[in-house]
């Protein structure tokens, strides 16, 4: 499964990543540590987000941690290119 991704850091609860997409609907998640690696391995995960049907894509973090930006079509054909920022959880 082909995929692109960006290594958000470490995000605070409440941050907001925001993500600008060009090209065909991708899926657009993000993935804490632990499920991004399950993910990365073929398994099972846990992600916020999910079908892009518009641009921009605001996904909100849920807890604080190390995030992970994935973009990727479930196995299908297709292709887009991303920018992001992670707006604060504080403003």
């Known amino acids: 499964m082909g995929f692109k991704y960006s290594d958000l850091g470490q995000l605070s609860a409440g941050s907001v990543v925001r993500v600008n997409i060009r090209g065909d609907g991708p899926n657009v998640r993000i993935f804490d540590s632990s499920n991004f690696r399950a993910f990365s391995a ?3 995960a846990r992600y916020c987000g999910g079908h892009a049907k518009r641009s921009p894509v605001t996904i909100p973090v849920p807890h604080t941690g190390h995030w992970y930006l994935v973009i990727d079509f479930g196995g299908y054909a297709g292709s887009a ?3 992001f920022e992670v707006l604060s959880a504080t403003g």
């Open 42 to 44: 073929g398994r099972e």
């Open 81 to 83: 290119d991303y920018s």
